[in-house]
Each structure stands twice: as structure tokens, then as C-alpha cells.
């Protein structure tokens, strides 16, 4: 990638954000958007949302060809405002639901199923090609939105990332909190990375190591990123 600004407005700007569990994807990305005041994109609530939709309706999740398609059929109504978090599946709002430990231990399930990943990185593009967006997840910056002006991958040391998950899950990072979540941060992984590239940063992609920046000063590496490529400015 050119160190040269693109010439991009901010109503067309697309940022692409990968990285693994427990980086601070969601978090970041939500604070540039509002920042920018471009729309947010959490692809990993349209995977929670399917999941929780099939468990739902008592489907297996072995059943890959079933839970595809209820992908497929899925009646989702996300919000893109930063500063709200929004979700339902026909009609039901599931914002809490989608963040229960029965679903953060099922996803993965559903995440690594192509066919439903197909059906979702489909409605994820026809976000990105409408732009002013900020987008997050699986992928992003490779295969969602790989001609986004701005692709960043947010990492961050393994235990970092799950001391940070522990005190979101249980309240604190202590080493029983910190065991009670390894499962579930180092398994998703593990299981995302046979059908995702999320650890190293493809060709032209910047790498922001949060391990040992807060908060405001990981999203501001990421603002002077946005600006140094695209020239848009919080």
C-alpha cells in the first residue's frame, strides 16, 4: 500500500478491522466510527445472532446444510449507529441474548460453517459498498472489504487479550477469572482460524499491537492510521 493519502470523503470511507478474540475489536472500532461519525458494522453479532436463532428453533448445529440456511433466511435487523447497540431477530430484541455464555460456547459452531459464512460476508459487502463505515470481525480486511482505503489488524498478547476478556465476562482478571475464560478466547481461535486469517496482517494491512496501550491511545492510533491513509480526520 502507497504511504500517499487516498483521496476518500468520509460519506465513502470504509476501515476494516481484523483481529483475534479479546483485542478490543469491537470496543476500538465503536469508538473510531463515533469519532469519524461513520456508521459501526459488529460482524461477529450477525454470527452470535444465527446461532442463537438456530439454538432457538432446537436445530443441531451439526446440521451444517440446515443451520445454513437458516442463515440464509435469517430476519435480521442490526443497527449501524455507534453509540447504540442493536439487534433482533424477527423482532425480538437480542442484544443480551447474543452475549450469553450458551453463545459465546456455540458460535464458533456456526462461524466456521462456509455456507453460512458465505450468506453473512454477502450482507457484510453490501454494507462496506455503500461506505461511511467502520467495520469489524473475521476477515474484514481480506475478504469482506479488501479494497477498504483503511484495513488495520488490532492484536494483542495472548494473555492481554485474556485478562481484558475476563474483566468483560466475570469482573475481574484474577487467575480463576482469567482460567474461566481461556476456553473460550484461545478454542474460538483456534476453530475461527481454519476458516479465517485473523493473526497475521495480509499485504498492505497496519498492525496495531494494543498490548501495552489504553484504550484512548489504541483508538488513536487507529484514527492517525485512518488519517495517514485516506486523509480523513476525526
Do not use: C
Not at 479479546?22 to 469508538?31: I, L, P, Q, W, Y
Not at 466510527?33 to 444465527?50: E, F, I, P, Q
Not at 455456507?115 to 463505515?133: D, F, K, N, P, S
Not at 492481554?160 to 482469567?178: F, I, K, M, P, T
Amino acid at each position: 500500500m502507497s504511504d500517499t493519502p487516498a483521496d476518500v470523503s468520509a460519506r465513502d470511507l470504509v476501515v476494516a478491522i481484523d483481529g483475534p478474540s479479546g483485542s478490543g475489536k469491537s470496543t476500538v472500532a465503536r469508538r473510531v466510527a463515533a469519532s469519524l461519525g461513520l456508521r459501526y458494522l459488529d460482524t461477529g453479532a450477525m454470527y452470535r445472532a444465527v446461532t442463537w436463532w438456530a439454538l432457538e428453533q432446537g436445530v443441531d448445529l451439526a446440521d451444517t446444510e440446515r443451520v445454513a440456511q437458516l442463515a440464509r433466511e435469517l430476519p435480521l435487523d442490526q443497527g449501524l449507529d455507534p453509540g447504540t447497540e442493536a439487534v433482533s431477530v424477527a423482532g425480538t430484541d437480542v442484544v443480551a441474548a447474543i452475549r450469553t455464555s450458551r453463545i459465546s460456547a456455540a458460535v464458533s459452531a456456526v462461524a466456521t460453517n462456509l455456507g453460512v459464512r458465505t450468506e453473512l460476508v454477502a450482507r457484510q459487502q453490501a454494507v462496506a459498498r455503500a461506505g461511511g463505515v467502520v467495520i469489524e470481525g473475521r476477515d474484514i480486511t481480506t475478504v469482506v472489504a479488501p479494497d477498504a482505503p483503511v484495513r488495520v489488524l488490532l492484536t494483542a498478547d495472548e494473555q492481554v487479550r485474556l485478562s481484558r476478556r475476563a474483566l468483560e465476562v466475570h469482573g475481574s482478571d484474577d487467575e480463576s477469572a482469567v482460567d474461566a475464560t481461556r476456553d473460550q478466547v484461545v478454542r474460538r481461535d483456534a476453530d475461527d482460524s481454519t476458516v479465517a486469517s485473523f493473526h497475521e496482517a495480509a499485504d498492505g494491512v497496519d498492525v496495531v499491537d494494543s498490548s501495552v496501550l489504553s484504550l484512548d491511545e489504541t483508538v488513536a492510533a487507529v484514527l492517525k492510521l485512518v488519517e495517514a491513509r485516506s486523509g480523513v480526520r476525526a
